[in-house]
């Protein structure tokens, strides 16, 4: 990893540390590590009342009638709410609004809200659910999300005509949205066969990705507060303030000023906190009662409360010459979405323009699938329908080089895009995009040693399973496999999502410092850190004070989509250079450079105003004495296009990152048990910003997609989730996630601040496909299902039922 | 039925008359206000709630307060002395051993608890028991802390942590 050096200007002793490039501590870390931190279930008012939401117990069931009489006996009971309660608009959504505040006519999925209850003790809310009545008559589930996307005769989840149309989705059915990409001779309107028959070699693959939970580990939880105004604030931890106070304040009927928001201390989001969970519900219950109300779901609730990844079907085709040069490919994807759309309109964009992956293929043909079911919703998740598509595509060119009896490697990097190359909506990857070297690189990284030469190779912690392996390690075999993923970073498809940003320079205890601003969610990526590197490295200051994130500020758009650093950092560094803008008039102002003295040759650094001829020419102390300068501004991304509706061409998004993994493993081929012995990455950044950060979130990212890979599927069933719970649904250990090697590359984006690209996603693409592919080279097995599960090893059918 | 205990938590003492059902993690967030450990999952998958009671590690999920009368608790934010920190502590934020920082008070908390553990020659479930002193290596530092989760995937940093702290209190 390279780092910044500066060099210090003329009379200048030091210059400003803890700027971008460094690895300042975080600035919340000692309350984290002391765990005052306060997170939103943390939070705590004399005289609150806790909220509890009553749950359909159904997948699909109409609703004929709710009797809450016996609930509101029950002593301590303040409030309970149905949907004839809600104030303002019954239905929200993040991108259409379609799911109902509390249920009305129908609950299409097992979990969705009902009623919502306050009581002076959580115990006793609880009690109140159990004592309300709703009586359902229980429709078929519509389960299968295939036959929802391609069979005209399958039930509609939503009744005709109940829900805003998007022309431009190819909405029909239960489609939430269609997106069909042809380029090449597909464009002109040639079949399969036609263009199969180009190709020397063709392998087809199927593949399916089961339903992932971000499983944060601090639950859904927040405190509204009834305000005199006769509005409410709200303490909550969530990704994107303002969109959240865009969605809560119609339900309300109330303007959107009198519904503030504070950002309560985060417990992870990974997208799960992109759509309300109980926001609407708690200002509901405080406005009603008078009182401030505070949820906080348990584990259980939890995996009812947020939406999840989307599990998806793939079919591919893949068809390439002798010497392994791709001629075309096919896709059909369907992403089951669940009860409601949340994100998956947005999610169809990703998977269906990342489809292929970073291979240079002529003719491409894609159909990808957003759907309406009764299953669980689902929607954001750290990958966002580029991890399904990444999964498909990467088993497919293992396929295929097996195929042609290639290398993997090889095969990868002939085919392998560049800068200058075209993704298959027709848009240029117009930034470096090293890919061959990163594959190269990948392969060169040193290999963890043989188990035949560790000391002892029967020590339970060395085997697949560690203590729960019975075996003295007989039927352990390893093997190896590469995962290369592509994703768009930021927001597309012609979405503005600016960041604000408000900086304030003045003199505290006769020394400068700065205040940051923004709106912008700490999830634990570490932005606030970022921010403060950023305001030190353009104003010079080392004193930087982070202001909590809420409303009075603009947005600063969502922690998701990689795009905080990027957008929230280019709306500081916006802010900052403003700030250095007026600090430099006022220079002119005091007559301490000639009038004319170009701005270039200023400089802020060590708390002073350094000239390039002169040295230093005053303290930023001494120049503002009392004075405070403060400006507040804007970042917007370049602009990007939606697709089309018929053909997916269109420059849809704003930037691309990549990350390479390798991954080692140690397959118990009798047991069924995987442990990965190494999982190492190469990963093109633009610019590091904070290498020790920027590690942590490589390797969160990759041990998700571990998880995915090998153990994360929540089992739905009919529509019932089968697993909510950390026993049955398992996430990764410590044990479980291996060292890492990481390399870390910097080519600069020229559209980006500082050149950097976003980072905290792309990891999350390669490492599913790079671990499931070291299996299949240990078993032989085809593994077509992620997570590979213990019986898809060992070959035996799963239990049915 | 109710109970009335004492409960010493950080050094200080509170009676407490509690319901016999309660568990010790919600006396101390709910009944004292002690909310550094944090609440995952309420059913010991997690270890966010991990605490040390009388000296040794445990999640205070699994413990009903009852059983704790006349017990010391001490959480994350009890660990330090005199405003400084714990060296674990210190060492998580030195190596950024954490993220969102949620498993992170279960987490120093287990690592204090555990170093002691390996201090008094405690074997761990992969550890031969007949060894007098047992190595902490990389290896052995998974094999002990892997009772608390960590989501946002910070273990790598947690590895390195516990073993820069393992070195201080040496
Ligand atoms: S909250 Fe106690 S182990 Fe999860
Ligand atoms: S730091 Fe987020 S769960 Fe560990």
């Known amino acids: 990893m390279a780092s910044t050096s500066t060099r210090a200007p003329v009379g200048l002793s030091s210059v400003t540390r803890d700027g971008i ?39 699909h069931a109409e609703i004929l009638g709710i009797d809450v009489s016996g609930a509101l006996r029950l002593p301590g009971v303040y409030a309970v709410l149905t949907h004839e309660d809600v104030p303002g608009e019954k239905r929200y959504g993040l991108e259409y609004r379609d799911q109902p505040v509390l249920a009305f006519g129908k609950v299409r999925y097992k979990g969705e809200p009902v009623a919502i209850v306050a009581a002076d003790h ?12 709703v ?137 799960a906190r992109e759509d309300l969970s109980m926001q609407i519900h708690a200002c509901m219950l405080a406005l009603h009662t008078g009182k401030p109300v505070k949820f906080v779901y348990n584990r259980e609730e939890s995996f009812f409360g947020h939406v999840h990844r989307h599990p998806a079907t793939m079919r591919y085709e893949h068809g390439a010459k002798r010497d392994g040069t791709l001629v075309y490919a096919t896709m059909e994807i369907v992403l089951d979405g669940g009860a409601y759309a949340s994100a998956t309109p947005a999610v169809v964009g990703v998977a269906s323009s990342l489809g292929i992956g970073p291979y240079e293929v002529p003719h491409v043909s894609v159909d990808a699938y957003g759907v309406y079911t009764t299953n669980p919703p689902c929607g954001a998740m750290r990958g966002f329908g580029a ?132 709106a912008a969610a700490e999830v634990g990526q570490g932005l606030v850190t970022v921010k403060g590197q950023i305001a030190r490295t353009e104003l010079g200051v080392e004193r930087v004070t982070i202001l909590p994130s809420d409303t009075r500020v603009g947005s600063a758009g969502s922690s998701s989509a990689s795009r905080q650093s990027y957008m929230t950092g280019g709306a500081v560094k916006t802010a900052c250079e403003a700030v250095r803008e007026r600090v430099f008039a006022l220079v002119r102002e005091r007559g301490l450079v000639e009038d004319g003295h170009p701005d270039a040759l200023l400089s802020l650094s060590g708390g002073k105003v350094v000239s390039a001829a002169e040295g230093v020419l005053i303290s930023l102390a001494d120049l503002l004495g009392g004075e405070a300068i403060e400006e507040t501004r804007e970042y917007h991304h370049r602009p990007t296009q939606m697709l089309d ?58 041990a998700q997609g571990l998880g995915l890979a090998l153990m994360e599927e929540i089992q739905v069933h009919d529509g019932v989730i089968r697993n909510p719970s950390f026993t049955d649904y398992l996430i990764p250990t410590i044990l479980d996630t291996p060292p890492m090697r990481i390399d870390v590359l910097e080519h600069p984006d020229p559209h980006a601040p500082y050149g950097l690209r976003g980072a905290g996603e792309p990891p999350t693409l390669s490492s599913t496909p790079a671990i499931v592919a070291a299996v299949r080279n240990a078993t032989g097995r085809p593994l077509t299902h992620a997570p590979v599960r213990p019986e898809d090893i060992v070959g035996i059918d799963p239990p049915q039922g | 039925m109710e109970s009335d205990i004492i409960l010493r938590v950080n050094g200080r003492e509170w009676p407490l008359r509690v319901d016999t059902r309660t568990t010790l993690l919600d006396a101390l967030r709910e009944r004292l206000g002690v909310t550094s450990p944090k609440k995952g999952c309420d059913h010991g998958q997690c270890g966010a709630c991990t605490v040390l009671l009388d000296g040794r590690r445990i999640n205070g999920c699994l413990v009903l307060a009852v059983a704790c009368d ?90 390195t942590a516990v073993r820069a702290a393992k070195e201080v209190s040496r």
């Not at chain 1, 848009?427 to 090293?434: A, R, S, V």
């Not at chain 1, 190269?440 to 392996?469: F, W, Y």
């Not at chain 1, 930037?655 to 093109?684: N, P, T």
């Not at chain 1, 910003?689 to 920027?694: A, N, R």
């Open chain 2, 70 to 159: 006349g017990s010391e608790v001490v959480t994350a934010e009890g660990l330090g002395t005199d405003g400084e920190l714990h060296p674990v502590q210190q060492a998580f934020v030195d190596h950024d051993g954490f993220q969102c920082g949620y498993c992170t008070p279960g987490q120093v908390c287990s690592a204090v608890g555990m170093l002691e553990e390996v201090a008094a020659g405690w074997p761990s479930a992969a550890g031969r028991p007949v060894a007098d002193t047992p190595v902490l290596d990389d290896a052995e530092i998974r094999e002990r802390m892997s009772g608390n989760l960590c989501r946002c995937g910070a273990y790598a940093n947690i590895v």
């Open chain 1, 387 to 518: 991890v399904q598509a990444c999964f498909g595509y990467e088993s497919q060119m293992d396929r295929l080089a097996a195929e042609l009896g290639m290398d993997p490697v090889d095969l990868r990097i002939k085919n392998a895009v560049s800068q200058g190359s075209r993704i298959i909506t027709g848009q240029e990857i117009d930034m470096p995009m090293p890919m061959a070297e990163m594959l190269r690189r990948a392969r060169e990284m040193p290999l963890p040693p043989d188990r035949s030469s560790l000391p002892a190779p029967s020590d339970p912690r060395t085997l697949p399973g560690g203590v729960a392996n019975t075996s003295h390690g007989e039927g352990i075999v390893r093997g190896i496999g590469y995962g290369v993923g592509l994703k768009n970073l930021c927001f597309s498809e012609g979405f503005d999502d600016y960041s604000t940003a408000r900086v304030r320079l003045e003199v505290v205890g006769g020394e400068p410092a700065v205040t940051v601003h923004t």
């Open chain 1, 135 to 271: 009586d359902y008559r229980v429709l078929e589930p519509v389960s299968d999300a295939r036959r929802a996307a391609l069979d005209p005769d399958c039930p509609l989840v939503h009744e005709e005509g109940s829900l805003p149309l998007h022309e431009e989705h190819n909405q029909r059915g239960n489609r939430v949205r269609y997106q069909p990409i042809r380029t090449g001779a597909f464009a002109d309107g040639a079949s399969v066969e036609e263009v199969r028959a180009l190709a020397d070699v063709v392998v087809t693959g199927e593949y399916e990705v089961g339903m992932q939970d971000q499983a944060f580990l601090g639950p859904e939880s927040g405190l509204a507060v009834p305000a005199e105004d006769g509005g409410v604030d709200l303490y909550i931890a969530t990704q994107w303030l303002h969109v959240d106070q865009r969605q809560i304040a119609p339900c309300l009927g109330l303007p959107a000023d009198k519904v503030r928001l504070t950002l309560a201390g985060v417990g992870g989001a990974f997208g």
């Open chain 1, 122 to 133: 959580p115990e006793t809310a609880r009690r109140a659910l159990e004592r309300i009545k």
């Open chain 1, 21 to 59: 490039g460094a690895s300042p501590r975080r600035p919340d870390g000692t309350l984290k590590v002391t765990g005052e931190f306060a997170y939103s279930s943390d939070m705590w008012m004399e005289d609150m009342l806790w909220g509890a939401t009553l749950r359909s117990p159904h997948p």
């Open chain 1, 645 to 702: 509706p018929s053909r997916g061409q269109g420059s849809s998004h704003t930037q691309f990152g990549m990350c390479v993994h390798r991954a080692v493993v140690d397959v118990d081929v009798e047991l069924g048990l995987v442990k990965v012995v190494a999982l190492d990455a190469v990963q093109d950044v633009g610019k590091v910003m904070h290498p020790q950060q920027l590690a942590g979130q490589i390797q969160g990212a990759s």
